[in-house]
């Protein structure tokens, strides 16, 4: 097998937008659903659900050996 194309390194320059573009569509998404259910208490369990999904994505991601961009 030979690898045809390598996209990490282009996608690895593009990590610190990246970062900042999902903390903005993260607090944009807690914004829009504080919104429209007019309840923190109702706002707070997304605010947690959305790290903690993306921190299980990561750990698996690392568990499974993905290649990292940083």
Do not use: K
């Not at 937008?17 to 998404?29: G, K, N």
């Not at 997304?46 to 499974?64: D, H, K, Q, R």
């Amino acid at each position: 097998m030979q690898v045809m194309m390598d996209r990490s390194i282009s996608v690895g320059r593009r990590s610190p937008t990246s970062r900042r573009r999902l903390l903005i569509a993260f607090t944009l998404v807690i914004l829009v659903i504080f919104l429209f259910l007019r309840s923190a208490s109702a706002t707070f369990i997304p605010a947690l659900a959305v790290p903690i999904s993306l921190f299980g994505t990561c750990a698996v991601m690392y568990a499974l050996d993905y290649p990292s961009t940083t």
